[in-house]
T-cell receptor, first 116, second 116 residues
Framework: AQKITQTQPGMFVQEKEAVTLDCTYD???????LFWYKQPSSGEMIFLIY????DQQNATEGRYSLNFQKARKSANLVISASQLGDSAMYFC????WGFGNEKLTFGTGTRLTIIP | GAVVSQHPSRVICKSGTSVKIECRSL??????MFWYRQFPKQSLMLMAT?????????EQGVEKDKFLINHASLTLSTLTVTSAHPEDSSFYIC????????????FGSGTRLTVV
């Protein structure tokens, strides 16, 4: 079964508009962490934002915010005022500690294209 | 910030030879490092978790004898692709956690392996 599900393989958004990238997850661990990473065409993985399972408030980092709905097991990334440089692959990831082993697993990603 | 250095960035090798990829944490100690494989336009697939001073934990379906992982020190993990074949051609990327949740995981810049 998929641990992390990203249902949007690709999205096109007009520059300066806000965009929401969807992510749902599946875990039985009470303690877990959720991450969003950006991967431009160069291949590097750029950390964007983190949400812990016990965090009461939604995480925010500049133009990035995470819409964390624990009961729904969703952790959508919201990018406000999109810029051309936001065009990239975006991955949602989850950290778990099953059986004492730390593990970070990724969703299939969403390719975001910002249109001028 | 935390930096993970990965070398080489690109390597071309002949079929049947072995290739070693290094992953170093430059300004922090990493008891755990992760190795991922990424096919073009796909997600990062966790191959194994590298533990300093002990055996690596491999994901299901990953051949331990083909992908040798050594984590001899707190700052260095190596992945050796043994007897490489064209189907091993891929983008390999490592990551480690500095320990503070807000840093997430720091990734190396990746290694593009081409086996000819």
């Amino acid at each position: 079964a998929q641990k992390i599900t990203q249902t949007q393989p690709g999205m096109f958004v007009q520059e300066k508009e806000a965009v929401t990238l969807d992510c749902t997850y599946d875990t039985s661990d009470p303690s877990y962490g959720l991450f969003w990473y950006k991967q431009p065409s160069s291949g590097e993985m750029i950390f964007l934002i983190y949400q812990g399972s016990y965090d009461q408030q939604n995480a925010t980092e500049g133009r990035y915010s995470l819409n964390f709905q624990k009961a729904r097991k969703s952790a959508n990334l919201v990018i406000s005022a999109s810029q051309l440089g936001d065009s990239a692959m975006y991955f949602c990831a989850m950290r778990e500690w099953g059986f004492g082993n730390e593990k970070l697993t990724f969703g299939t990603g969403t390719r975001l294209t910002i249109i001028p | 910030g935390a930096v993970v250095s990965q070398h080489p960035s690109r390597v071309i090798c002949k079929s049947g030879t072995s290739v070693k990829i290094e992953c170093r944490s430059l300004d922090f100690q990493a008891t755990t490092m992760f190795w991922y494989r990424q096919f073009p336009k796909q997600s990062l697939m966790l191959m194994a978790t590298s533990n300093e001073g002990s055996k690596a934990t491999y994901e299901q379906g990953v051949e331990k004898d083909k992908f040798l992982i050594n984590h001899a020190s707190l700052t260095l993990s190596t992945l050796t692709v043994t007897s490489a074949h064209p189907e091993d051609s891929s983008f390999y990327i490592c990551s480690a956690s500095p320990g503070a949740k807000e840093y997430g995981y720091t990734f190396g810049s990746g290694t593009r392996l081409t086996v000819v």
